[in-house]
C-alpha cells in the first residue's frame, strides 16, 4: 500500500514478521505515522473480512486540498490521542512504572 492513512469498514489485522500486533475496526485508520512524516510502515496491515479502504496520499492533503488535510490531520490526532491513552493504560496495568 503506498505511504498514507487509511480508514477501514470491516476488519485489519496489523502485523510485522507474521506476529500480530493490533486489530483496526471499522472507522479506524492505519498508517498515520507515514502520513505525518513521510516515513515508509514499521508494519503491514492485512484485512481479515471483507474490508473497504480509502487510501489518502500525502500530497493530495498537503497540496491539492489543505483544508480538507487539516480535517484529516485533526481525525489523525484524535485517533493517536486514542491510542496513547490506551498504550498507558495497557502500561499501568502492567505495573510498570513510567
Known amino acids: 500500500m503506498p505511504s498514507g492513512s487509511s480508514s477501514s469498514r470491516g476488519g485489519v ?7 500480530a ?4 475496526g ?3 485508520c492505519f498508517g498515520e505515522v507515514g502520513l505525518l512524516k513521510n516515513a515508509p510502515h514499521s508494519a503491514s496491515a492485512r484485512a481479515d473480512t471483507d474490508t473497504i479502504v480509502l487510501s489518502v496520499q500525502r500530497t493530495i492533503l498537503s497540496d491539492n486540498m489543505p483544508a480538507i488535510g487539516y480535517k484529516v490531520l485533526e481525525y489523525i490526532a484524535s485517533q493517536l490521542a486514542d491510542k496513547l491513552a490506551k498504550a498507558n493504560l495497557q502500561i499501568e496495568n502492567m505495573g510498570i512504572e513510567k
Open 21 to 24: 500486533m493490533g486489530y483496526i
Open 13 to 19: 489485522l496489523i502485523h510485522r514478521d507474521d506476529k
Open 26 to 28: 471499522e472507522g479506524q
